[in-house]
C-alpha cells in the first residue's frame, strides 16, 4: 500500500515567517509534486519534480520554492509567508514508468496571520 | 493540459438517480484523463482514467465517456448511492506526469 505523508496536518504561521512543508513517500516513486486547494479553484500545481534534484514550475510557483535532495522526499518552502498562502496543500506522487495515477498525502492546512 | 472545466460546481441527485459531472479541455495534446473522488476530509483518489485512444470505459457504476473531436469528457455515475457523495475533479495530462484539475463538482446524494 502506497503512503505519502506529510510532516503537519495543521500548522499556524505569522506573516514573514519562513515556513516548511514536507512530504514522503515509500514506495521509490520516480515523480512528486505539490499542489495548493482553495474552494472552487480546485487543485493548482504549485511545484513538482520527476528526479532527485530536479525542478519544474507548475501553474502558481511564485512565492514559493521546492527542495528534492533524497527521492523519497519532497519539501514545499514559503520564503516569507503571506496571509494569501493561507490553503490547504497537498503532496502527490506517481510511480512513472509508465503509471499516472496520482497518490495523495492527508494535506496541510496552514494559515498564516 | 492548459485549462480544464468543469460543470456543475454542486449537483444534488435522489438516492438510485444518475449523476453526470463534464468537462471541456483546450489542450489539443491532451491524451490522459483521470478522475479524482475526494470524500470529506480526505485525500483525493483516482477512480477511473481513460486514455486519447478509447472513447468510453466502464467500471461497475461509474464509466468515463471522451469525445476528443470536442474536446469533452464526462463522468457518468449509475445508480447512486450515500456513499457517492464526495467533490469530483476531472484533469487532462499531454505529458502524463503532469495533470491539470478541473475545479471540482460536490455531489451530494439524497437518501
Known amino acids: 500500500d502506497v503512503k505519502v505523508t506529510q510532516s503537519s496536518r495543521y500548522l499556524v504561521k505569522r506573516t514573514g515567517e519562513k515556513v516548511f512543508l514536507e512530504c514522503v513517500q515509500d514506495?521509490?516513486?520516480?515523480?512528486m509534486f505539490w499542489y495548493r486547494q482553495d474552494p472552487g479553484l480546485g487543485l493548482r500545481l504549485i511545484y513538482f519534480s520527476y528526479d532527485v534534484k530536479m525542478k519544474e514550475k507548475g501553474d502558481i510557483p511564485e512565492g514559493y520554492s521546492v527542495s528534492r535532495e533524497k527521492k523519497e522526499r519532497f519539501s514545499l518552502i514559503l520564503e516569507s509567508a503571506s496571509t494569501n498562502q493561507t490553503s490547504m496543500y497537498l503532496c502527490?506522487?506517481?510511480?512513472?514508468?509508465?503509471?499516472?495515477?496520482?497518490?495523495f498525502g492527508p494535506g496541510t492546512r496552514l494559515t498564516v496571520t | 493540459g492548459e485549462n480544464v472545466e468543469q460543470h456543475p460546481s454542486t449537483l444534488s441527485v435522489q438516492e438510485g438517480d444518475s449523476a453526470v459531472i463534464k468537462c471541456t479541455y483546450s489542450?489539443?495534446?491532451?491524451?490522459?484523463f483521470p478522475w479524482y473522488k475526494q470524500e470529506l476530509g480526505k485525500r483525493p483518489q483516482l477512480i477511473i482514467d481513460i486514455r486519447s485512444n478509447v472513447g468510453e470505459k466502464k467500471d461497475q457504476r461509474i464509466a468515463v465517456t471522451l469525445n476528443k473531436t470536442a474536446k469533452h469528457f464526462s463522468l457518468h455515475i449509475t445508480e447512486t448511492q450515500p456513499e457517492d457523495s464526495a467533490v469530483y475533479f476531472c484533469a487532462d495530462s499531454g505529458g502524463y506526469q503532469k495533470v491539470t484539475f478541473g475545479t471540482g463538482t460536490k455531489l451530494q446524494v439524497i437518501p
Open positions: 502527490a506522487s506517481t510511480p512513472g514508468q509508465g503509471q499516472y495515477e496520482q497518490y
Open positions: 514506495m521509490d516513486h520516480e515523480n
Open positions: 489542450d489539443s495534446a491532451s491524451n490522459y
